[in-house]
């Protein structure tokens, strides 16, 4: 790799599609040496640290309307299409898609500061691959949208992710847009009550990339009983991964305080971080499960004092 000073002499040429289709068919003319940017804020850390050199040429995305906005999807169904270049700001202020979906709003809220969420996009952040936004998706059961030489084609958020732990190398196209399916499969009745939570552990508090997070979807019918649960954790290095054995374990049960402690141990032996120099591994694991179980508890006390007609927070 060329010294720093020496690529930033070098300037690449900068192209400026106004569709999706023609960014695509950029990327497939120009090849390797061409990068999409979308905010462009962990690009630039990327070069500026050194870390990926700088391209021949550079895809800009922002001219790129049909891959911004929020809204029902375009497809029959429903639930929410985010377009890949939503920004964060407008993840975290969208009135709609906050009400529908507290965990991207709060997920949103706790990436970087201001300055950087106005830039950076919902898009690159689940494309880093270890960015706050892919664990609170991934408990969303959230879809990614592909341009790619197949067309246009709908993946699982979860099985890309898993393809990327097997190091497939990187997105497989353009990503246009995450579709946030309706919840499917759950018995909604007036004492059916949802919960969300998003918690993140880091270095400080805000501004820095997370040591621990975790995302929580759930379900309470009447009684307590847990009737749809997903889980998520990720942090560090790590790429984001469910934690099905410990949804498995409460599913149609009550969330009382033995079931939470078995939830305890099972987040802990599931959950499973990439070792870090700077951070214990047993000092992980035991955060992701404090934050898990605590997360199930104060929502199924809340399920338990709202079941006469208060309202749920999902
Ligand atoms: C100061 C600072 C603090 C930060 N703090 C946090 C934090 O607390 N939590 C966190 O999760 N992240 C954090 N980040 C990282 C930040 O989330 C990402 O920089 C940002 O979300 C990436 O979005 P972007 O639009 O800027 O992506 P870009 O930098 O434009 O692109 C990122 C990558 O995705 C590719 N790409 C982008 N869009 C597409 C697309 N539509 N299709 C195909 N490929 C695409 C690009 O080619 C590139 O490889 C921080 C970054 C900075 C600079």
Redesign the pocket.
Known sequence: MAHPQEQLIRSPSVRHPSTAEEAWRLKRELGAGA???????????QWEAGLVPYPAHLID?AGVAE?TGVGPPDTAGSGWRIG??TS?AECRSHPGLAAASPLVKEAAR???APA?RN???I???V??RT???ATALLALDAQLIWLDFAGTLAEPLSAWLDREREGSGG?PG???AILLPARDGITVNSKTRRYCAFHKVGRREA????VVNVALDVAFDEGGVVADIRIAAGGGTMIPARLTAAEALMRGRTADAALLSALHAAVQEEYAPKPDPLVDEAFRRMTAANLVAAALWEAGRDARASEEGGESCC
């Open positions: 990068v999409f940017v979308a905010g462009g804020t962990l690009l630039r850390t995305l891959m890949a270049l964060l706790v990436i970087a950087v830039l950076a996009t898009g690159g952040n494309l880093s960015g706050d936004m997105a353009l990503l246009t501004f820095i990339p997370p």
